[in-house]
């Protein structure tokens, strides 16, 4: 789909300050540049998964959902999580790169996003232990062969379920991950041809790559289990497969989950599981394969753990790598108002800022940031007549429109 010039807004994105001065005063708002891939500000939309797409593919839904984001001037907007496997989807109903005829629809909205300058980016993903479930909002069961799902055919790095009313897992084969780590390839390669500028491989949340990564999940005895060295080793060749295909001028992503919470400090030690200093270790690894970023989340892997419940309680784990690996990241989880969002980066704790559900609630985030911190943004040329009494009033032709207002909200 191609969109008209007249309704980009790709040469002064939404988002962008008015006063160039804005954008030193406030690193939030700052431009940021990873490869040859330019944000115009430090703001991004987190993938979040939203479990509405019949057999993988991206359809009007994904339109409207991921327009609403870009049309509000976030720097970055990563899309959910894509199963590189029809297996590796949470649901039966998320989205899949697993085919070449999935690029088209992924296209659309790829260029969606771009369209208001905004860079698309796609997070390529492995469920694991936690596959063939219903989507949230229709409860936590196991997804039937009748009803589109697979619980007989989940995988994970050892035979042990998520929880009792999950599935249980067959145990992958050496040959059944190196055709895996083949599928993260793949995916990749995919995701270029659709126009993604930035690619995040998921090895968070309890998902595969998490299921090697962590003890309290990996039991297995040869090459891929027991050691910290080998319990890396899955997502090492799954970066490795995936970098050697992804172009090298555009950034690579890796998130992972800093801390199983088994341990209740959430900066303690879990050797035998997972934890901030493996988190670290990795990071050092992965960086020197040629990864540009770590999205710091965590949790997810381990049932009945307790959460931090304070606003911003992962920051700690972003600014802990950021300074151990020496390795650019991004901070994640509760981030809900500007200021905060402001003095984690000016706190140096993060090089970026991942927003997710803040987004669902209020679209107009980046607006609303700007406006606590009394900065004036460009607004979307088409909504400009929103924040100026009237726009009729210039009698020559100009050839851009820069929605120079004022970002003041009712």
Request: proline share 6%.
């Amino acid at each position: 789909m191609v969109v008209p010039t007249l309704a980009q807004n790709t040469n002064l994105p939404p988002g962008t300050p008015i006063n160039p001065e804005d954008a030193k005063r406030y690193k939030l708002f700052s431009s940021f540049q990873q490869k040859s891939v330019i944000f115009h500000n430090r703001i991004g939309v987190s993938p979040m998964c939203m479990y509405s797409a019949d057999n993988g593919f991206f359809n009007n839904f994904h339109l409207m959902h991921y327009g609403s984001f870009a049309i509000k001037g976030p720097g970055l907007i990563i899309i959910e999580a894509c199963g590189v496997v029809p297996e590796g989807r949470i649901t039966p109903q998320c989205v899949g790169i697993w085919s070449d005829k999935h690029i088209e629809g992924l296209k659309c909205v790829v260029d969606s996003i771009k369209s208001q300058g905004v860079v698309a980016g796609l997070q390529i993903a492995h469920a694991g232990r936690k596959a063939s479930m219903s989507p949230p909002f229709k409860g936590d069961y196991i997804e039937t062969e009748a009803d589109k799902g697979w619980p007989n055919r989940v995988v994970s790095s050892s035979e042990l379920p998520f929880a009792d009313h999950y599935p249980k897992p067959h145990a992958l084969t050496v040959e059944e991950i190196k055709g895996l780590v083949q599928s993260f390839a793949d995916a990749a390669v995919r995701a270029n041809k659709a126009g993604i500028d930035l690619l995040e491989i998921h090895g968070a949340h309890g998902y595969l790559i998490s299921n090697f990564l962590s003890g309290n999940s990996n039991k297995r005895t040869d090459e891929y289990g027991g050691s910290f060295e080998n319990r890396i080793r899955f997502c090492l060749e799954v970066v490795t497969a995936v970098r050697a295909v992804w172009p090298t001028e555009k950034p690579l992503w890796l998130r992972i989950s800093c801390s199983d919470y088994t341990n209740p400090d959430p900066m303690g030690h879990d050797p035998n599981g997972w934890d901030i200093h493996q988190s670290i270790e990795l990071a050092k690894q992965v960086r020197a394969l040629g990864v540009d970023s770590i999205d710091c989340s965590s949790g997810g892997n381990v049932q009945g753990v307790k959460y931090p419940a304070e606003p911003m309680y992962q920051v700690q784990f972003s600014e802990a790598i950021r300074r151990e690996a020496q390795i650019a990241t991004s901070a994640v989880g509760l981030i809900v108002e500007g200021e905060d969002a402001e003095k984690i980066l000016e706190n140096g704790k993060a090089d970026f800022v991942l927003v997710a559900r803040e987004f669902l609630r209020n679209s107009a985030f980046v607006l609303c940031a700007a406006q606590s911190l009394g900065i004036d943004i460009r607004w979307p040329q088409q909504y400009s007549w929103a924040v100026k009494k009237a726009r009729r009033h210039n009698t020559k032709k100009i050839d851009t429109i820069t929605s120079d207002a004022p970002t003041t909200l009712p």
